[in-house]
């Protein structure tokens, strides 16, 4: 079972327990520092574009990954997505297919990912870009790996929560941070907020205002056809990602009717009891279950969960940068292209 971050993470100044622990949170930086001067990293022949967090927990890494992937295509590209594949068994490297993998064998996002492009899951990275150098991509987009020294990166995006961007700004455990934010920073190109649907971009914590590189503003936007369909419609919300609440006020500014939200752990394996619970909810309340295209990826094959899946709906966002912002990205990406031709 996947465990939620501590609340007081996120709770301005760090507080007694936070410095209780910060000589384990320096032990982990140093460990960290240690592996990733060790590792010599392999050089793909291919541009690789890692979107990342700088904490733990999930930001939306992957739909901003699937919008990059979305970008490369409209320029002629090839992209491939290469990832971990959290959650499963399959340490690979292996080539998704999305007909016959479950999310038990390749993770959830692998299964999001595969919609839109190719996917190498791989726990060791060089072996994944490795892999996808034999197949037809030419350019790889990693989802997730910020931290992973294995593969040089020639484009680092680091994604931030609107609502928890560095919290209490200390490394694990006595804070989110993955690593020491000094040398996260050196070693990113850009800084994405996904903001959730109607948010507006918080102000950035003093420790994020030095960043030299660009600060972009991105939202989580619903699929106008499957956002009409729920509008003025009574909706049980649950979802098993690094902020429930996100799809639960994207719900209510959509017009759905919230009559109960239902909030499990990043990356929650859903039980017959879940099942059972969510299907009671919503006789109980009359209303659709409504819930994230990555839990629903969860359930999928899995014949327990069959009729929670079938009775379902998943809402299916994009990852959207405003007008500014998405020239902005634009032309990182095509100073990277430029450097890296067919």
């Not at 790889?140 to 020639?154: H, S, Y």
């Not at 109607?198 to 102000?203: D, R, S, T």
């Not at 006020?249 to 752990?265: C, I, K, N, S």
């Not at 929650?268 to 109980?284: G, P, Q, S």
């Amino acid at each position: 079972m996947r465990l939620e971050p501590p609340p007081w993470w996120y709770r301005g100044e760090p507080g007694v327990l936070a410095y209780a622990l910060t000589p384990v949170a320096a032990a982990v930086d140093t460990i960290g520092a240690w592996r990733w001067n060790r590792i010599k990293p392999y050089r793909s022949r291919l541009p690789v574009i890692c979107v990342g967090n700088l904490t733990a927990g999930g930001a939306g890494k992957t739909p901003l990954a699937i919008c990059i992937a979305g970008m490369l295509l409209a320029a002629g590209r090839k992209p491939g997505f290469l990832t971990r594949g959290f959650g499963g068994s399959q340490r690979g490297p292996h080539m998704v297919d999305p007909s016959r993998d479950t999310a038990g064998g390749v993770g959830d996002e692998a299964l999001l990912l595969a919609r839109r492009a190719p996917v190498m899951v791989s726990r060791d990275r060089a072996a994944g870009a490795k892999a996808l150098e034999t197949s037809s991509v030419d350019v790889i987009v990693m989802d997730d790996g910020l931290q992973n020294p294995q593969l040089a990166k020639q484009l680092s995006i680091a994604v931030l929560d609107p609502h928890r961007l560095i919290g209490n700004g200390l490394v694990m455990p006595a804070g989110p941070l993955r690593h020491d934010l000094a040398t996260q920073l050196r070693r990113t190109d850009a800084l994405v907020v996904l903001c959730g649907a109607g948010e507006a971009m918080p102000p950035l914590p003093t420790k994020l205002q030095t960043f030299p590189g660009p600060v972009l503003r991105a939202s989580l936007v619903p699929q106008a056809q499957a956002a009409n369909s729920l509008r003025g419609i009574r909706v049980i919300a649950y979802a098993g990602i690094g902020r429930p609440s996100k799809l639960f006020d994207t719900l209510r500014a959509v017009g759905a009717h919230v009559a109960e939200e239902v909030p499990f752990p990043d990356h929650h394996r859903f039980t017959v009891k879940d099942a059972d619970r969510l299907l009671n909810l919503a006789l109980e309340h009359g209303g659709a279950l409504v819930t994230t295209e990555k839990d629903l990826a969860r359930q999928a094959g899995d014949d327990d969960l069959r009729a929670l899946q079938q009775s379902s709906i998943g809402l299916p966002v994009d990852a959207q940068f405003n007008d500014r912002d998405l020239e902005r990205f634009r032309a990182l990406l095509s100073l990277l292209l430029t450097r890296h031709p067919n």
